[in-house]
């Protein structure tokens, strides 16, 4: 427990001041966002939202899939999205070397052989961005009139560039 401890210990500071008491778990502003895992994002502050306002789902390199679109499925007929904003970004590990690659250096630093699961590498964003974007726009369990669009998010500058 004590590996933990400065987190509750953040957390009692949180409480204190806490106000979303009045937040539902529906998506207020309608937007779902398909983001990295990567802690340089934060979401609500990039697109201009607060809590309650939209729902955030993330993964390693901000990829479509199959839990993905399931949980779209579930926040489109059960939690009020009508829209979803794909956003990988610069500087993104999964970007940085193929599936190959990526497997040896984990490997090579843990020991642990990670071949059974896909990570789901990139080598090209914006055509990656775009089949991402497909998947969603086809997927036959998702609303026909649900709008879709794709943006990178660049690290360095804060900016959105639409794919």
């Known amino acids: 427990m004590e590996n933990f401890d400065d987190l509750f210990a953040a957390n009692a500071d949180f409480v204190k001041s806490f106000k979303s008491q009045d937040l539902t778990g529906e998506a207020r502003k309608g937007l779902a966002i398909v983001t990295c895992m990567d802690s340089r994002i934060d979401p609500l ?22 839990d993905v679109l399931r949980t779209l499925v579930l926040a489109t007929y059960l939690l009020n999205v009508n829209r979803v904003l794909v956003m990988p970004h610069t500087d993104c590990r999964m970007a940085s070397g193929s599936e190959d690659e990526i497997h040896a250096t984990i490997k ?56």
């Open 45 to 66: 502050r990039i697109v201009g939202m607060q809590p309650g306002d939209a729902k955030i789902l993330r993964n390693a390199g901000a990829r479509v899939t199959e």
């Open 108 to 163: 090579e630093r843990s020991g642990v052989d990670t071949r059974g699961i896909e990570i789901r590498t990139v080598k090209d964003q914006r055509a990656a961005l775009e089949s991402d974007l497909t998947r969603i726009k086809s997927f036959p369990l998702l609303p026909k009139d649900l709008s879709v669009i794709g943006a990178i998010y660049d690290v360095k500058s804060g900016k959105l560039n639409k794919a």
